[in-house]
């Protein structure tokens, strides 16, 4: 098992900025990193990915936001620029495991960006 614990979010000013951060209890070896998010009253969408060597990232957050890892610290993160009203929601990491490839979640952070 692996826990995902998140944090970085807050509230925050529209064209303000946040450093989204998801440590694993454990080195694991990833296939796939992914932040969702989900909005008030909306489905959770993906918005940044690494899958092997690929960034992918909506196009909603293209030239906004960027997706790294850390692997000595067994982080991922999620930097935020420019955020807008629209970017307000409760941000999740996903790290899919090579080999089981199970998939794990962090518990959530919430990001609210005023107008």
């Not at 969702?36 to 993906?46: C, M």
């Amino acid at each position: 098992q692996v826990q995902l614990v998140e944090s970085g979010g807050g509230l925050v000013q529209a064209g303000g900025s946040l450093r989204l951060s998801c440590v694993a209890s454990r080195s694991i070896t990833i296939v796939v990193i992914a932040w969702y998010r989900q909005a008030p009253g909306k489905q959770r969408e993906s918005v940044a990915s690494i899958i092997g060597g690929s960034t992918t990232y909506a196009d909603s957050v293209k030239g906004r936001f960027t997706i790294s890892r850390d692997n000595a610290k067994n982080t991922v993160y999620l930097q935020m620029n420019s955020l807008k009203p629209d970017d307000t929601g409760v941000y999740y990491c996903k790290i899919r495991e090579w080999g089981s490839g199970v998939d794990y979640w962090g518990q959530g952070t919430q990001v609210t960006v005023s107008s």
